[in-house]
């Protein structure tokens, strides 16, 4: 069976995140230590969402186009959107407000995949 290069793409983006994900928990689960990043377990789901959308998008865009580059920009862009839509959704009258931290925990998720 051989292997395309998405497969492979797939394969690596996986593996990437589920290190910096280990890595993050790690990090934060340090206490007293240079490492700790001192941030709650709401960032770490917004990271996770990022990542999530953004590979899911990568992955179905890919599909259609087979284009590997094109299907990378059109992945983070989705994750940076799907973040910045629902910080607007947020900051309407009775929610929880606009937070740019959350925001940037989830372009992070959505962009750092691709790099």
């Not at 959308?53 to 186009?65: I, R």
């Amino acid at each position: 069976m051989n292997e395309s290069r998405f497969d492979n793409f797939i394969k690596v983006v996986v593996i990437a995140n589920l290190l910096l994900l280990m890595s993050m928990a790690s990090a934060n689960a340090q206490e007293g230590t240079v490492l700790n990043l001192g941030i709650g377990d709401d960032k770490y789901m917004h990271f996770t969402a990022g990542t999530g959308v953004s590979m899911l998008a990568g992955c179905l865009f890919y599909d259609a186009t087979s284009d590997l580059q094109e299907s990378v920009k059109f992945a983070a862009a989705t994750g940076l959107g799907a973040g910045l839509f629902k910080e607007l959704y947020d900051s309407r009258k009775g929610g929880s407000g606009f937070n740019t931290p959350d925001l940037l925990f989830t372009a992070a998720g959505a962009v750092l995949e691709h790099i």
